[in-house]
């Protein structure tokens, strides 16, 4: 089992930026795949950005250009740069690990960005 611990979010203006950081522990050395959800209020949890194990990267079309993913498989961590933040990006961020066929959840950070 993985256990994940999200920090970093927070109230921030229109246009600024915020950095999510994500810790693993447990039974780390399982995991594949590590990933940012979110969900808005009365929305569905989508997928933000993942990153392989061997450091590829995919992102939501909303986010191209603005985050970036990155990971230290040495600290079992994965960090989320978001910049030239919108109001729309306003949601419970969530940390996802992958191990075989289990994701695994971290409880989430919440991010406002004010207009």
């Known amino acids: 089992q993985v256990q994940l611990v999200e920090s970093g979010g927070g109230l921030v203006q229109a246009g600024g930026s915020l950095r999510l950081s994500c810790a693993a522990s447990?039974?780390?050395?399982?995991?594949?795949?590590m990933a940012w959800f979110r969900q808005a209020p009365g929305k569905q949890r989508v997928l933000v950005a993942a990153?392989?194990?061997?450091?590829?990267?995919n992102y939501a079309d909303s986010v191209k250009g603005r985050f970036t993913i990155s990971r230290d498989n040495a600290k079992n961590t994965a960090d989320l740069q978001m910049n030239s933040l919108k109001p729309e990006d306003t949601a419970v961020y969530y940390c996802?690990?992958?191990?075989?066929?289990?994701?695994?959840w971290g409880k989430g950070t919440l991010v406002t960005v004010s207009s």
């Open positions: 996802n690990a992958v191990t075989g066929v289990v994701r695994n």
């Open positions: 447990g039974s780390i050395f399982n995991i594949s795949t």
């Open positions: 990153i392989t194990s061997g450091g590829t990267t």
